[in-house]
């Protein structure tokens, strides 16, 4: 990791910790792929735009060996960072994005900021905007998207996502996975941005958003869900191909019965907690059954 991505890693860190002492704990504290309390780097964001559209917290189990080894990547030589496994991924924060390299031929892993800045961002700390997700339908239209979609599309590995049931003032978290427990990957948009007085710089990604699938929806009654590119499509996703012909038909929700889903305990609500056990299955208070779907 250069020096820049160190910088911007620690500044993160730190930027995190400041949420955890402003930001009520509980169920309104969560980063969820919709409701949330978390803020951008300037101000609220408003719980009804995360409501509507917003994807914000995965797990990554996976070390650097073994996303290597389960997205063929060519080359990690230049990645000298050690990646551990991180339980619960938040927005604003450095993670391994998988790229296509024309030059070489291969797919790569580098280090990004999950959070997409366009060129025009002169100061991350006062761009209002969330931009953690880029919506499917509007990648064509909107010029923020546009040009990242068609000429840098990456994926992010992972190995589970979450989203979260309401339930009166409380909301219930679910982790989502593949049936078979591999890793998969989110699609996703990346650009890379440099300050104006081009001392600071590192490259950003969003992850992009559907419709749900029957799974998602019908455990949490939400309206989106994190693009899922099936491993056939992995290849024709981070290549370039043809402008002028762009994989839209990728943009779709991904196959129900090939995942699974299972309630998960309150604790992942806050982004402090980082452990294996935050992924441990609860009962439901109800029924006293297993809270587990898509089995």
């Known amino acids: 990791m250069d020096r820049f991505h160190t910088d911007w890693r620690d500044w993160t860190d730190a930027r995190m910790q400041n949420l955890a002492g402003t930001c009520p704990v509980g169920a309104d504290a969560q980063v969820g792929w919709h409701g949330s309390a978390f803020v951008g780097m300037a101000g609220r964001i408003s719980p009804a735009t995360y409501n509507r559209f917003m994807c914000g917290r995965y797990q990554r189990r996976s070390d650097k060996q073994r996303i290597a080894e389960a997205f063929a990547i060519g080359n990690l030589d230049g990645l000298v960072l050690e990646l551990t496994p991180d339980h619960n991924v938040a927005p604003q924060t450095i993670q391994p994005v998988i790229v296509w390299d024309e030059r070489f031929g291969t797919r790569t892993l580098h280090m990004m900021f999950w959070r997409f800045l366009p060129r025009y961002v002169t100061d991350p700390k006062q761009f209002k905007l969330s931009t953690i997700n880029a919506k499917s339908e509007t990648l064509l239209s909107n010029k923020m998207w546009q040009e990242s979609f068609l000429k840098r599309r990456c994926l992010v590995p992972v190995d589970t996502f979450l989203e979260w ?33 081009r001392k600071n710089d590192m490259d950003t990604f969003a992850i992009i958003t559907v419709e749900p699938n029957e799974l998602v929806a019908e455990t949490t009654g939400h309206d989106r869900m994190p693009l899922i590119v099936a491993r056939k499509d992995w290849q024709r996703w981070l290549e370039l191909g043809n402008p002028e012909r762009p994989p839209v038909d990728l943009l779709r929700p991904f196959d129900a019965d090939q995942m699974k889903a299972w309630r998960v305990g309150e604790r992942i609500n806050n982004v402090k907690n980082n452990d294996a056990a935050l992924s441990e299955p609860v009962r439901g208070e109800e029924d006293g059954q297993l809270g587990m779907f898509g089995c």
């Open 165 to 197: 049931r309401k339930e009166g003032k409380r909301r219930l978290p679910y982790v989502f996975a593949m049936k078979d427990d591999q890793p998969f990957a989110l699609g996703g948009v990346w650009r890379h941005w440099r300050s104006p007085d």
